[in-house]
């Protein structure tokens, strides 16, 4: 495996891909954007070992990407949301989203992104393809491919603000 630090980078890009670089990270996001807030939620669909997850969120918290709020006492469970630091991966998943369309998988895309308030699909600008509105998290529905014919559109993420 690969070292988490880079020591003799001092580059904006080493840094990152040392908070947010490895694959389960980078999905566990994905999942917290497209409304994942529960530990079993993320493993549900995600399938990746309760261990590793436990350590990407605790990652996650410590970097304040997602935000750990306890539901329950007994035993002790939380949800994990979005932060605005977390938020501001948005732009990040959707150039890893476009370019992976283009790039990556054949056929159609395996997860569509629509405007809620037209219809139109994001640009790579995140611009709205029919109205030209600038598009953020909460502007757009997602849906999986291969969900079926009554598969619900994937709700918006909720972001919460933190002083730091």
Known sequence: MLPRH?????????????IVGDRWTMLIIREA??????FDD???????ARTVLSDRLDRLVTEGIV????????????????????????PVLM???FWGDRHAIEGPPPTVVVHRGCGGVPDERRMCSRCRA?????????RRAGLGEGAADV???TVVVVEQ
């Open 33 to 38: 954007f497209f409304g994942a807030h529960r």
């Open 134 to 142: 600038p598009l953020g998290p909460s502007d757009v529905r997602a």
């Open 67 to 90: 935000r750990r709020e306890r539901y329950q006492d007994r035993p002790a469970r939380f949800e994990y949301h979005l932060t605005a630091k977390g938020m501001d991966l948005w």
């Open 95 to 97: 150039a890893l989203l």
């Open 155 to 157: 709700p918006a993420p």
């Open 42 to 48: 993320f493993h549900r669909r995600l399938g990746v």
């Open 6 to 18: 880079y020591q003799s980078e001092r580059c904006s890009i080493a840094k990152t891909l040392e």
